[in-house]
Nanobody, 129 residues
């Protein structure tokens, strides 16, 4: 059974930075593509960023491109989301997810939550104005 545990969320001010982490256990971490999604109150879960198994392919949503950076450490079974220049509209519960996508998968496969079979419990990020 694959388990994902997020950490690093919190309350910050607009313009601040924050890094959230997700540790994966139970299976070989490098056999999964990883994604970050977020969900704000009253809204649907939305794609934030994704990274391929070997870290060579990365996708971002337009709303975070240039501000957020996804990375992974396969030796530590951890995926990170570095968030800079945070805005109040970034306030949400952030979830990491693991999926079977490969280097041959297209962007749409990485960005759809339906393609991820394992999810963490989420970590709250609140950005005050």
């Amino acid at each position: 059974q694959v388990q994902l545990v997020e950490s690093g969320g919190g309350l910050v001010q607009a313009g601040d930075s924050l890094r959230v982490s997700c540790v994966v256990s139970g299976r070989t971490f490098s056999s999964y593509a990883m994604g970050w999604f977020r969900q704000a109150p009253g809204k649907e879960r939305e794609f934030v960023a994704a990274i391929s198994r070997n870290g060579m392919i990365i996708y971002y949503s337009d709303s975070v491109k240039g501000r957020f950076t996804i990375s992974r450490d396969n030796t530590e079974s951890t995926v990170y989301l570095q968030m800079n220049t945070l805005k109040p509209e970034d306030t949400a519960v952030y979830y990491c997810a693991a999926g079977p996508m490969t280097s041959y998968s297209i962007r749409a496969q990485y960005t759809s939550p339906r393609n991820y079979g394992y999810w963490g419990q989420g970590t709250q990020v609140t950005v005050s104005s």
